[in-house]
């Protein structure tokens, strides 16, 4: 294990980090292992947020190790275009396999932004071979998150993402997000108030038309948004629609996916099947960069016409399929079946529930929330800068031993899901334990 530190921090440009202040404090860590991560001075760093919402089976599995060096020493690369490999393949069919409904084929790319950005380009390319070009207008929803990428921050709506990146993608629109405090805090599960927000889609198609519309894209559950449960019928709702107007549904379930809901995905979780899914995270269990983005029958069908020569997609990346994540993939697939680990993220959830819930009359608290393994929990800024109450808690629950993650003033809480009851009662008591120490 390397534990020298860095003599200087100042080529890295760190991603969504505010970058002064981090490097005159740094938190290094250098070493993980199960449900912990070890910092540079030698502390367990106990992780309350499967790494970033990515780590579903625990840190360093040594079966996920060893598939991916056995990888690295057979076949280390090999381009997807025109080529193949028998990994991808056999991840394809095992991700298939795992799908709802008619979701039977699998394009491979490297991140959650990836994918959401090939979901966009092949709904547009759908239409458009379907018959229907003016389906060009993309709907996604306010505070949600699609990635980094210029298709994933036009449909997201996450204002500090977008606003200094000019006009995105033309023919953009968004529905309302569902988070009402009056309404909704400290509910258990899905709410049970806000299923009528999914007709502003019928507002849009009533102000644009429904033949201009190629696709809404949703988050199940909103992560980075703040973690917002959908409330009871509004996915139902949102697939009525999606059907009565041949719209595509495409469900971003870059963070459900693989158990975090105790499913397979929140598609699973809710009964609600998209025409299009999103996956990464933890398809490797993020010991490898990967991302799938998973499409229908339908869709991928219609693209199988003209001339078998030519390619029918003109996308894909040179990393797609690449031979170590399909590794890490297939041993990831093993290591949740052999340990059951959806079915295990299920039954200890209402312990979860019933810790993080706890919290609610601690200082500043104003809103929890939660489904599966994970939650929310929103704090008032007070008289401070928004956002500063939250970056005190990732600073001070780091240095008590614990890994959180914020988004503004909300905490968010998804751990691994081989979690222990102990473990979730050290991860919730250190939280609790530094609301007190908040001014």
């Not at 379930?253 to 990464?280: C, N, Q, S, W, Y």
């Not at 993650?405 to 919730?428: M, S």
């Amino acid at each position: 294990m390397d534990t020298a530190l860095p003599n200087d921090l100042s080529a890295y440009w760190m991603p969504f980090t505010g970058n002064r202040l981090f490097k005159k404090d740094p938190r290094i860590v250098v070493a993980a292992e199960g449900m912990y991560y070890t910092s540079a001075d030698g502390r367990p760093i106990l992780d309350g947020t499967s790494g970033l919402w990515c780590v579903n089976a625990g840190h360093s599995r040594p079966e996920i190790v060893t598939a991916i060096q056995e990888q690295a020493a057979s076949l280390d690369y090999l381009p997807s275009y025109a080529l193949g490999h028998p990994k991808a393949f056999e991840l394809a069919n095992r991700v298939a396999a795992l799908m709802p409904g008619s979701l039977n084929h699998v394009f491979f790319a490297n991140s959650g932004s990836e994918t959401v950005d090939t979901a966009l380009k092949i709904a547009l390319a759908y239409h458009s071979i379907s018959g229907h070009p003016e389906r060009r207008r993309l709907v996604g929803r306010s505070r949600g998150f699609h990635g980094a990428g210029f298709g994933g921050i036009s449909v997201g709506g996450i204002t500090p993402n977008r606003k200094h990146f000019g006009a995105l993608l033309p023919e953009v629109s968004h529905l309302p997000d569902t988070h009402n405090l009056e309404e909704n805090a400290f509910s258990r599960g899905q709410p049970s108030w806000g299923v009528h927000l999914a007709d502003s889609l019928e507002t849009l198609v009533a102000l644009y038309g429904a033949d201009t519309i190629a696709a809404l894209i949703v988050e199940p559950i909103a992560g980075a948004g703040g973690v917002l449960v959908p409330p009871v019928g509004y996915l139902e709702r949102l697939r009525e629609i999606c059907t009565a107007y041949g719209i595509l549904l495409i469900f971003d379930e870059v963070i459900t996916g693989f158990g975090r809901l105790g499913a397979v995905t929140a598609a699973e979780k809710f009964g609600v099947e998209p025409d299009m899914m999103t996956i990464a995270k933890g398809l490797t269990n993020a010991a490898v960069p990967m991302g799938a983005t998973v499409v229908s029958d339908q869709i991928q069908t219609a693209f199988m016409n003209g001339p078998e020569n030519v390619m029918e997609l003109f996308h894909g990346y040179t990393y797609s399929g690449h031979p170590l994540a399909a590794a890490a993939g297939l041993a990831t697939l093993d290591v949740y079946a052999k340990d059951d680990l959806f079915a295990r993220a299920d039954s200890i959830a209402p312990y979860f529930e019933d810790a993080v819930h706890a919290l609610k009359d601690h200082p500043h608290v104003i809103d929890i929330r939660n489904i599966g393994l994970a939650a929310g929990i929103e704090l008032s800024a007070g008289d401070h800068t928004p956002g500063a109450r939250g970056h005190e808690m990732l600073v001070k629950c780091f240095e008590a031993g614990v890994m959180i993650r914020v988004t503004g003033d909300i905490i968010a809480l998804a751990p691994p899901l081989i979690i222990e009851k102990n473990q979730i009662d050290e991860l919730v008591g250190t939280v609790a334990g530094v609301l007190e120490t908040l001014s």
